[in-house]
């Protein structure tokens, strides 16, 4: 059911954003996000009349300590790709 529901989101998104490139894809992305955040929790609130939310809260801390590993990563990873084989050539790829 959920991956039903996964796929369909990504169809609808794909349709939707087939023809749009630069900051309006962007935009368009940012705004269907939030638009399904808005909706679970309306949902989560209204219909499922549930007390706790569905969706997990952490706190601001968690929260960033993630975002930091993930740059960290992200960070190492693109400073290992400059210095392989694979990152030149995907710079000569670039420079065409």
């Known amino acids: 059911m959920g991956a039903s529901a996964c796929f369909a989101i990504a169809l609808l998104v794909?349709?939707?954003t087939a023809e749009a490139e630069g900051y309006l894809l962007r935009h368009l992305y940012l705004g269907?996000?939030?638009?399904?955040k808005n909706f679970l929790l309306w949902y989560e609130s209204d219909i499922y009349r549930h007390a706790r939310p569905l969706c997990s809260r952490v706190d601001n801390k968690t929260i960033y300590y993630v975002m930091f590993i993930i740059l960290a990563a992200l960070l190492l990873t693109a400073y290992l790709m400059r210095r392989s084989r694979y990152g030149l050539a995907l710079?000569?790829?670039g420079e065409q």
């Open 32 to 36: 269907l996000v939030e638009l399904i």
């Open 91 to 93: 710079r000569s790829i």
């Open 14 to 16: 794909g349709a939707l």
